[in-house]
């Protein structure tokens, strides 16, 4: 049906539509009727027809229960003119009241008749015709019950994998008894690391510089690997490896027999630097007093566990601060670089859960500024696990000290391959500052941070961090499961921070390979110990 009107405003014509040619005709006489008043008259109820709908979309939009404009009338008389009420289709009161009781454990424990899946539930709500009251009741019970069952599960999961986290795999324990018999039976094991004629490579600062510190030969040998395969200068490669006493026989026997030519490496103990054989050494002390706070308040993992209050997440923060990586010499032996290697202007620091993808030499292009540490922003992304934390996801700003000193919504920055100028950080007193806060945190119960060297170092090399390219260091593969082997695969360095290690039977499968192929499986060592590709 089409509505025509004509120019002079004294027809109004109904035309059927399809194609049919009959009309009627309707001449209005003038005075009789305004015909202009009657065109007003349809654009006026055109009007009101289209406003009244836009407050009733914006109404609906709304979803209040109050009903203040125009829009509500057609709320309230739209279900009466359709035949039904509209309460009909709302919740009613007795259902929220009784969801927003809390009910304890004590009040489900036991109990047999708690519906345990959603088709036990509605089959018996069903059958049985329950009010709204008891159906809420039922409903509280039974989710409380599987969000009781949901935390033991998690929590449980945070056990095991803090357990899989905190110990050596069998097989890694059984090459460094093999490499340690190999460095007193076989002189080639034995080696000078670098030999004679490349020692002064050691303090030219023509060199690239890295610095890798570990107690795990598998890992240090996949740093090292990765590093020498993907540069484009090896020959112009220095790699300082630092480990421990119980583990530098090991190291250096691996390394004698499994050379990185051209590159140079060398393979030291901390006990073979004259400067941490001098006094005291700070860091030792500070750990020292940190395990023994550790042990007296923390209670281990069994209390940890046992605590029915606190959140999972929280659990498995305090089950992680209790990891032994935490209260390693090698984890904080970072902070005394400079002391370290006097000699040297500018190193890259590397941790041993790192993959190098890429020439790491441009790194010493990047200009710094005056800063000391060139590293990588983890406030850029939306991924709040990896890369939107600021300094309030590390430190406690419930603490007084450190909600005076410091802004929570400060970026944050990784550890794990880090720039450091030499030169710029003996003028600073930033290994101080170190100590100092480590101490702070050790008098207050570790009540400033619970965990890691990253927090003490937010706080020490606050305002002398350069940040770099996000390329140069991606982060989260030990704990960031969706993270996908051709994402990882564009970056210059992966990291396997978190519990997941790739050496250990909880790694991401879809991860794993990107360190394992820098393995040689067929390796007499590697074989008799049972190491292989996939756990």
């Avoid at 120019?7 to 194609?19: D, Q």
């Avoid at 654009?43 to 979309?57: D, N």
């Avoid at 203040?68 to 309460?87: A, D, Y």
């Avoid at 112009?236 to 006493?245: G, N, Q, W």
Wanted: aromatic residues 10%; positive net charge.
């Amino acid at each position: 049906m089409q509505l025509q009107i004509s120019p002079s405003l004294r027809h109004v014509t109904l035309l059927p539509g399809k194609g049919l040619r009959a009309f009627i005709k309707v001449k209005v006489a003038s005075r009789k009727l305004s015909y202009r008043m009657l065109f007003y008259a349809l654009l006026f109820f055109t009007f009101i027809l289209r406003f009244a709908f836009v407050l009733t979309a914006v109404d609906s939009i709304d979803g209040g229960n109050k009903c203040s404009t125009i829009g509500c009338l057609g709320k309230k008389l739209s279900p009466k003119i359709m035949g039904r009420s509209l309460e009909s289709t709302m919740v009613p009161e007795v259902i929220y009241g009784i969801l927003d009781q809390p009910l304890g454990k004590d009040e489900i424990d036991g109990r047999s008749d708690i519906p345990q899946t959603l088709e036990e539930f509605m089959t018996e709500m069903k059958e049985g015709g329950f009010d709204a009251k008891t159906f809420a009741i039922k409903l509280r019970e039974m989710v409380t019950l599987m969000e009781q069952r949901t935390r033991t599960a998690k929590i449980q999961e945070y056990l095991y994998r803090h357990v899989a986290s905190s110990s050596i795999p069998k097989q890694l324990h059984c090459l460094h008894l093999r490499l340690a018999n190999e460095h007193t039976s076989n002189s080639a094991a034995r080696l000078q690391l670098p030999s004679a004629e490349r020692v002064p490579a050691l303090v030219d600062n023509s060199y690239f510089h890295f610095v890798l510190a570990s107690d795990n030969v598998l890992a240090a040998h996949v740093v090292a690997t990765s590093l020498v395969r993907n540069s484009l200068q090896p020959r112009k490669v220095v790699l300082h490896i630092i480990t421990d006493k119980k583990t530098y026989y090991p190291m250096q026997a691996w390394f004698s027999l499994h050379p990185l030519s051209p590159a140079v490496i060398e393979v030291k103990a901390l006990h073979h630097f004259e400067w941490f054989t001098k006094g005291k050494v700070n860091v030792l002390e500070a750990m020292e007093k940190d395990q023994k706070v550790r042990s007296r308040f923390r209670g281990g993992s069994s209390s940890i566990v046992a605590n029915a209050t606190e959140k999972p997440n929280v659990i498995a923060a305090k089950l992680q601060a209790l990891s032994p990586k935490y209260n390693s010499v090698m984890n904080h032996i970072r902070i005394h670089l400079p002391e370290l290697f006097p000699s040297l202007d500018k190193i890259v620091f590397l941790d041993d859960d790192i993959v190098v993808q890429t020439d790491l030499t441009p790194l010493w292009d990047i200009e710094m500024n005056g800063k000391v540490n060139g590293a990588v922003e983890t406030c850029i992304g939306e991924d709040k696990f990896v890369m939107s934390k600021r300094l309030k996801s590390y430190l406690n700003f419930s603490h007084p000290l450190i909600s005076k000193n410091f802004d929570p919504d400060e970026c944050a920055w990784a550890y794990g391959m880090n720039i450091f100028d030499l030169d710029s950080w003996r003028k600073t007193n930033i290994s101080f500052t170190y100590h100092y806060w480590v101490e702070q945190n050790i008098k207050s119960d570790l009540s400033l941070w619970q965990l890691g060297t990253l927090p003490p170092g937010l706080i020490a090399f606050h305002g002398h961090v350069h940040n770099i390219d996000p390329f140069w260091h991606m982060l989260g593969l030990g704990y960031q499961e969706n993270t996908s082997s051709e994402e990882a695969e564009t970056a210059g360095v992966i990291h396997f921070n978190g519990r997941a290690k790739p050496w250990l039977d909880i790694a991401f499968p879809q991860l794993r390979p990107l360190w394992t192929k820098y393995i040689d499986f067929s390796d007499n060592f590697i074989k008799s110990c049972h190491i292989r590709p996939s756990s």
